[in-house]
């Protein structure tokens, strides 16, 4: 009798969670959450084209239910449940949601408010133009195919993509230890930067926004960001952009208290805000007296979105009125932007706007080669078959006599005529009516017209510059199909300029500011470890009698001024402002700090301090970056607070300090101390920064700021004086020395 091996097998638990999770992580990566650059889509997404190509239901035909869809999909090609296959559909259906749909739909498919579609069963759909664009090629072995998970069928691994589809209708989705989030394009905009960048591949990236304005929403909307910050965000593939309704005063009406003669009406939301949702969030801010010179708001939406707001007087300035809403509900929003894509479909990469052109472009040029051969080999074996077909009309007799002699012609033909096998089977299956001296012409036409192609395709297949002008070519047809000269393709998002809207912002806050008169009063800001906020009566030391909430502690105590803007920095890199009219009173514990400011569970304070104004910051992250900062920039006007300092994965924000005096030092983690000069470091209003300094193990403890001259303080208060510090002076960016003998434990620096 065999033995049977036994299949259980000791392994370590970690080891066994490990291999299982790195494989989890690499599916989601892989086959769900990421795009690939070449054709901007998700497997799901792809699946879903091409389960509706293979049904069929190309532009113009009939709708057939997404029911039929989605059970297609499902059950040849992605078996991770109907609901999530819907999901996707329907957002590809969504006018407000993607900017060039890809599916046709007939039925409810949701609306901007917030509503769900219908279910899968009373909806129809079809593919629009955008999407055969998409899909235009496949028959032609464009791409590659790969098995589906059944082993029954193929499916395309990625599609030909006419257009950077990645970048018109943008991307979301979150995998493990990373995430993407692209917003929508302008197509035209789109096709003369590729075209740009096809022309000249050493084009720089500021050229490239001489195309590129900036995203272009389905929903319209005002983008107000700087165009520093625009160029940097695509230059690094990171970054974010703010985006205001879209309004305009509208005069005749008698409307509020004070009998006003005008109303506002707002026409246009930021890109993903619920109408629904922000129309609460206006009369919510109404109920609590947060907005003085707003009487009421309605909604008038039919199909397109009219949303009312009524000042409380006709005195009332419209744009101060529509500044203060911008600074406290969704009528503003800060869209991100995270180009993390699959390059080929393998690896995630993060990529800037001219490395995602540039892998179209190349992902075009290898669709043209692998058409292009497609088609020569199809001319090759057509041409075959002519030749053999004019062989019969220069011997017709001679033919039809072998072919009712002949017990086999198919030999003899062969023969008689140097015939190979194909066109002896085509001269055998051809019909009695083509003999006609006509269809004799025909052929004549047609095998002079494919000699003539054959050649044309050699010329092209041998020559990257004739390649070049294909694609040129090409885009320009999808340009005329879906660019700004079309009512689809008209750019829908006006960019404003940063400078107006920022004088307009100061002069609401100026206008705010008389109509919320707080008396100035000392008090003293206190911060618990564990995020207990509160604010005492005048200014008051720290001593052993203060209570905390039990297995708690003092953490921030500073004096501050109840006119006073007190600001934080958490790790993930985002400011926080708070009034410190409205901080909670001292009596108690105070509340906690999460209710004033939106910061995620796994992000910590890192400082907190009282806002200067004019001053500017030294901000460093455990990963040795750091920059200067302007501290007026970095003053966040929501709970979501200002994103300043970006933080890869793995890495924090640890250190934010005035930038005084003429020197930076810097100490991490493994004792070594660096000391260099003020000036070698860059001022930015967001980023990652440079190398202050670098480690092989650890990270980075503290920044500071001091004047040479003055010398350096340990967080023990000891100064050392310029003459004990030479020997640690040098540029940025070196590992530095174990720091001075007597240094504090904590490697941390006092306040200078």
């Given amino acids: 009798m065999v033995a049977i091996p036994d299949e259980i097998r000791s392994e370590p638990l970690s080891k066994a969670l490990a291999e299982r999770y790195l494989a989890y992580a690499l599916s989601t990566i892989t086959q769900r959450a990421l795009p690939d650059v070449r054709d901007g889509l998700k497997p799901v997404h792809r699946r879903i084209l091409f389960g509706m190509r293979l049904l069929r239901l190309d532009p113009g035909t009939a709708f057939k239910k997404s029911a039929k869809v989605v059970g297609d999909v499902m059950g040849s090609f992605h078996p991770h449940g109907d609901q999530a296959i819907y999901d996707a559909l329907v957002r590809l259906a969504q006018e407000f949601s993607v900017r060039y749909p890809l599916v046709d739909g007939q039925g409810n498919f949701g609306n901007v408010d917030g509503d769900n579609a219908a279910a899968m069963r009373y909806t129809e759909s079809r593919l629009t133009e955008a999407a055969a664009a998409l899909l235009a090629g496949l028959d032609e072995d464009a791409v590659d195919f790969r098995t589906t998970y059944d082993g029954e069928t193929q499916e395309p691994v990625v599609l030909p993509a006419a257009f950077p589809n990645l970048l018109a209708n943008g991307s979301n989705g979150i995998a493990v230890g990373m995430a993407t989030s692209i917003p929508p394009h ?373 004096p501050a001024q109840t006119t006073d803007q007190i600001m934080l920095l958490s790790t993930d890199g985002r400011f926080f402002t708070l009034d410190g009219s409205k901080l909670p009173g001292g009596r108690g514990n105070g509340e906690a700090i999460r209710t004033f400011i939106d910061l995620p569970p796994e992000a910590d304070i890192v400082t907190m301090f009282t806002h200067v104004p004019g001053r500017k910051l030294l901000v460093a992250a455990t990963s040795g970056h750091g920059f200067i900062t302007s501290e007026d920039d970095a003053v966040a006007m929501t709970k979501k607070g200002k994103s300043v300092m970006n933080v890869k994965p793995g890495v924090e924000a640890a250190s934010c300090r005035p930038a005084d005096g003429d020197t930076v030092a810097v100490v991490g983690e493994n004792r070594k101390l660096l000391i260099f000069k003020l000036e070698e470091v860059p001022e930015l209003g967001r980023g990652q920064g440079v190398y202050l300094q670098r480690y092989k193990d650890g990270g980075l403890v503290d920044a500071a700021t001091f004047t040479w001259k003055a010398g350096l303080k340990d967080e023990n208060g000891r100064l050392f004086e310029a003459s004990e510090l030479r020997d640690w002076r040098g540029e940025r960016a070196q590992a530095g020395r174990i720091v001075p003998r007597g240094w504090a434990k904590s490697a941390k620096f006092g306040e200078n």
């Avoid at 707003?294 to 409380?312: F, G, N």
């Avoid at 203060?324 to 993390?340: C, G, I, K, V, Y």
């Fill in 186 to 558: 302008n197509l035209g905009e789109l096709c003369a930067a590729t075209i740009a960048l096809i022309e000249n591949p050493n084009i720089q990236d500021r050229s490239l926004l001489k195309f590129v304005k900036g995203p272009d929403f389905p929903t319209g909307g005002i983008l107000v960001e700087e165009p520093a910050s625009i160029a940097e965000a695509y230059k690094t593939g990171r970054g974010s952009f703010r985006v205001r309704a879209r309004w305009e005063k509208e005069e005749g009406q008698k409307i509020g208290r004070g009998g006003g003669a005008w109303q506002i009406v707002v026409t246009q939301i930021p890109y993903q805000v619920q109408k629904s949702k922000l129309i609460e969030r206006i009369a919510e801010l109404l109920e609590q007296k947060k907005l003085p010179l707003l009487d009421d708001v309605h909604d008038e939406s039919a199909e397109d979105i009219r949303i009312v707001l009524t000042p409380k007087s006709r005195a009332v300035e419209p744009e101060i009125l529509m500044e203060q809403l911008f600074r406290s509900s969704d009528l503003e929003a800060r869209l991100p932007l995270n180009m993390t894509v699959l390059d080929k479909g393998l690896v995630p990469k993060v990529m800037g706007l001219k490395e995602v052109l540039a892998a179209f472009a190349a992902h075009r040029r290898e669709v043209l080669e692998r058409r292009s051969a497609f088609r020569l080999e199809k001319i090759r074996a057509r041409l075959e078959v002519l030749e053999g077909y004019l062989a019969v009309f220069l011997n017709l007799d001679k033919v039809i006599k072998i072919i009712r002699t002949e017990d086999e012609p198919k030999p003899k033909l062969m023969k008689a005529f140097s015939l190979n096998e194909v066109q002896a089977d085509a001269i055998l299956n051809m019909r009695l009516r083509s003999l006609r001296k006509l269809e004799e012409m025909e052929i004549r036409g047609e095998h002079d017209s494919l000699i003539k192609e054959r050649k044309e395709l050699i010329k092209l297949m041998g020559s990257e510059k004739l390649k070049s002008e294909k694609l040129i070519e090409e885009l320009k047809e999808i340009d005329a199909k879906f660019g700004q000269k079309t009512e689809l393709g008209k750019r829908r998002t006006e960019v404003a300029k940063a400078a107006e809207v920022a004088e307009m912002t100061a002069l609401a806050e100026h206008v705010e500011e008389r109509a919320n008169q707080v008396e100035r009063e000392p008090i003293t800001v206190v911060c618990s470890a564990k995020g207990w906020l509160r604010a005492l009566k005048g200014h008051q030391d720290q001593s052993s009698d203060d209570k905390y909430r039990e297995g708690d502690r003092a953490r921030f105590w500073f």
